[in-house]
T-cell receptor, first 115, second 113 residues
Framework: EAGVAQSPRYKIIEKRQSVAFWCNPISGHATLYWYQQILGQGPKLLIQFQNNGVVDDSQLPKDRFSAERLKGVDSTLKIQPAKLEDSAVYLC?????????????FGPGTRLTVL | GENVEQHPSTLSVQEGDSAVIKCTYS??????FPWYKQELGKGPQLIID?????GEKKDQRIAVTLNKTAKHFSLHITETQPEDSAVYFCAASRGSGYSTLTFGKGTMLLVSP
């Protein structure tokens, strides 16, 4: 079974530029999560989709971050404009049904450096 | 909201020794506690979890214990091996509906041969 795929793996941009990350979850998984992992910290949930609807985006900085999951499969996370403090690893995860005790399967992440 | 504290931040042991990582949580309504292992350049991977109706759970060399009264839970790894070296995260959630996971800051475990 293929895992969660993410691209790109690394991205370096200057502040105020925009950037987009892509995620392809495990086939058949209804729930998709985007996490931000700052160096030395645990993952922090940014947004959770159930199929193509948003379940929780309470910690998403909506003035600069946006995410979509068209057709309930792939998802993109965008930052515009980027700030220095956005430097982090952005992790995508998926789970089968989305229940809070469902196992979440994580992708390898995209490491973003904002200069 | 939930707050999860994790200790120690780093842990060095000799191969064959045991390792213990401890976490505390603040939300008394939390009742699901997973542990994740993250190797360099990879995403976290679930290694074991425990629910509030259970005090202890074992899976080969790893075990997790939960004390709901004290609001703390621990990961125990016995007979450590070099391949156990990684960052370990504890997490907590209310375990109902779509309640989300809150992660600790992680423990870097180094197992020396």
């Amino acid at each position: 079974e293929a895992g969660v795929a993410q691209s790109p793996r690394y991205k370096i941009i200057e502040k105020r530029q925009s950037v987009a990350f892509w995620c392809n979850p495990i086939s058949g998984h209804a729930t998709l999560y985007w996490y931000q992992q700052i160096l030395g910290q645990g993952p922090k949930l940014l947004i959770q989709f159930q199929n193509n609807g948003v379940v929780d985006d309470s910690q998403l900085p909506k003035d600069r971050f946006s995410a979509e999951r068209l057709k309930g499969v792939d998802s993109t996370l965008k930052i515009q404009p980027a700030k220095l403090e956005d430097s982090a690893v952005y992790l995508c995860a998926s789970s089968l049904k989305g229940g809070s005790t469902d196992t979440q399967y994580f992708g390898p992440g995209t490491r973003l450096t904002v200069l | 909201g939930e707050n999860v504290e994790q200790h120690p931040s780093t842990l060095s042991v000799q191969e064959g020794d045991s390792a213990v990582i401890k976490c505390t949580y603040s939300d008394s309504a939390s009742n699901y506690f997973p542990w994740y292992k993250q190797e360099l350049g990879k995403g976290p991977q679930l290694i074991i979890d425990i629910r509030s109706n259970v005090g202890e759970k074992k899976d080969q060399r790893i075990a997790v214990t939960l004390n709901k009264t004290a609001k703390h839970f621990s990961l125990h790894i016995t007979e450590t091996q070099p391949e156990d070296s990684a960052v370990y995260f504890c997490a907590a959630s209310r375990g109902s509906g779509y309640s989300t996971l809150t992660f600790g800051k992680g423990t870097m475990l180094l197992v020396s041969p």
